[in-house]
Nanobody, 120 residues
Framework: QVQLVESGGGLVQAGGSLRLSCAAS????????MGWFRQAPGKEREFVAR????????YYADSVKGRLTISRDNTKNTVYLQMNSLKPEDTATYYC?????????????WGQGTQVTVSA
């Protein structure tokens, strides 16, 4: 069992930056791929970024490439999402997730989410 707790959300002006963190419980953090997803009001949850177990491979949604960066620190059981050049359309609740399986398999654990609001 893995518990995920996100933090770092808040209100920021367009063009600003935020760094989200997701702390994981347990000793097996390095055995999970990690992902960030987001859900805006009235919209479906969408994929944002993922990082593999070692941190050596990342993948992003086209809408965030060049602006958001996912990283992880396996010594701290934490995954990060650095968000730069934020836009109002980035406003959403952001969730981190952990996956034990390979690409294409469902994520096994989800956090409770952290709200990001970008004002114009």
């Amino acid at each position: 069992q893995v518990q995920l707790v996100e933090s770092g959300g808040g209100l920021v002006q367009a063009g600003g930056s935020l760094r989200l963190s997701c702390a994981a419980s347990g000793r097996t953090f390095s055995t999970y791929d990690m992902g960030w997803f987001r859900q805006a009001p009235g919209k479906e949850r969408e994929f944002v970024a993922r990082i593999n177990k070692s941190g050596g491979n990342t993948y992003y949604a086209d809408s965030v490439k060049g602006r958001l960066t996912i990283s992880r620190d396996n010594t701290k059981n934490t995954v990060y999402l650095q968000m730069n050049s934020l836009k109002p359309e980035d406003t959403a609740t952001y969730y981190c997730a952990a996956r034990a399986g390979t690409i294409g398999t469902p994520y096994d654990y989800w956090g409770q989410g952290t709200q990001v609001t970008v004002s114009a």
